[in-house]
Nanobody, 123 residues
């Protein structure tokens, strides 16, 4: 059974930084692409960033490109999301997910999800 556990969320002022981490277990981590999604109150879950199983390819939503960086450590079974220049509109619950197949950009491509970690950016 796959388990994904996020950490690193919190409250930060606009312009600040946070680093989210996701620890995976129960599946051969290095064989799967990983993604980060977020969901703000009253909004649908949206794609944030993703990384291929080797780490050689990364994908970003236009809204975070140039500010967020996704990375992975296959030796430690972790994926991270470095978030810089945070804006109030980045406020959401952030979820990491493990990809089963399909496009990196769609939630339907992922079959395992963490419980989420809250990120709040104050203005």
């Amino acid at each position: 059974q796959v388990q994904l556990v996020e950490s690193g969320g919190g409250l930060v002022q606009a312009g600040g930084s946070l680093r989210l981490s996701c620890a995976a277990s129960g599946r051969t981590f290095s064989s799967y692409g990983m993604g980060w999604f977020r969901q703000a109150p009253g909004k649908e879950r949206e794609f944030v960033a993703a990384i291929s199983w080797t780490g050689g390819s990364t994908y970003y939503a236009d809204s975070v490109k140039g500010r967020f960086t996704i990375s992975r450590d296959n030796a430690k079974n972790t994926v991270s999301l470095q978030m810089n220049s945070l804006k109030p509109e980045d406020t959401a619950v952030y979820y990491c997910a493990m990809k089963k197949g399909g496009s990196y950009y769609f939630a339907s491509a992922y079959d395992a999800w963490g419980q989420g970690t809250q990120v709040t950016v104050s203005s």
